[in-house]
């Protein structure tokens, strides 16, 4: 399954949503533990957490966004939903396992999926931010 580490050159300088995605990959990592373990119940558990944790923070980064108009934005919001998608498939995988590769090559497809909206999605508007001065 995927390792999930905080780094560095992950932040976006902007303090709460480095904070939310450090909360974000925490809980990951305990996600990852509980399906390595086969606690269903706790999977299930820290999945609703990271969904909940996932729109409050998609909804706050977004607001940011549009308070500095951030011409990405929209596509910014596709993100956003496509891993919603992901960890809700992934929940209901949990919930009712079908096999124990389905649950985490779904969990590594999630994981991977966050770590690109970091990568890719939020280093973007990490580029505009910076360019417009709104961070350093």
């Known amino acids: 399954m995927a390792d999930l580490l905080w780094h560095d050159f992950l932040s976006i300088g902007v303090d709460f949503i480095d904070n939310d ?6 809980i990951m990592v305990d996600t990852k533990s509980a399906i390595e373990a086969g606690d269903n119940n706790k999977c299930v558990k820290l999945l ?6 996932a729109r ?17 934005l929209e596509e910014h919001k596709i993100y956003h939903q496509e891993l919603l998608i992901k960890a809700d498939t992934t929940k209901r995988i949990c919930e009712g396992i079908e096999t124990d590769h389905d649950l ?12 690109d909206d970091i990568l890719r999605g939020d280093i973007m508007f990490k580029s505009y931010l910076e360019y417009e001065g709104h961070i350093k």
């Open 56 to 72: 409050d923070h998609f909804s706050r980064e977004e607001k940011y966004l549009l308070e500095v108009n951030y011409p990405g």
């Open 104 to 115: 985490k090559e779904c969990f590594d497809g999630m994981a991977n999926f966050l770590i």
């Open 21 to 26: 995605h450090k909360k974000l990959l925490n």
């Open 48 to 53: 609703s957490s990271l969904l909940q944790e």
